[in-house]
């Protein structure tokens, strides 16, 4: 199935783009290749072929979650230049 001129500008106008008359000639021949690469593919035999949601096998790779100490607070706020109440004090930006 090929797409015509018209489909074409009709798409086109959905997508609210315009194109010339050149341009419109080959987006139509590239929307029909499109079209029968798709209709290519509905071909394939894919009796016995079981549905799959992705390509590759998905496994959980996360570490477990496991609980450890923290970082010493001094340590971190060391080199902060203002400190308050164990925190970083910048100045106020918003009255």
């Given amino acids: 199935m090929s797409v015509s001129i018209e489909e074409a500008k009709h ?20 929307l029909s290749n499109i079209v029968d690469f798709a209709n290519t593919l509905s071909e394939i035999n894919v009796e016995g072929v079981k549905p799959t949601a992705h390509i590759l096998d998905i496994k959980n790779v996360f570490r477990k ?18 400190k308050e109440s164990g925190c970083v004090s910048v100045p106020k930006t918003v009255e």
Avoid: C, G, H
Wanted: no cysteine; hydrophobic share 30%; glycine share 0%.
């Fill in 11 to 30: 798409i086109a106008k959905l997508s609210r783009l315009e194109f010339n008359d050149e341009k419109l000639q080959k987006i139509t021949d590239e």
């Fill in 65 to 82: 979650d496991e609980v450890k100490d923290s970082y010493n607070r001094e340590e971190i706020l060391k080199n902060a230049p203002d």
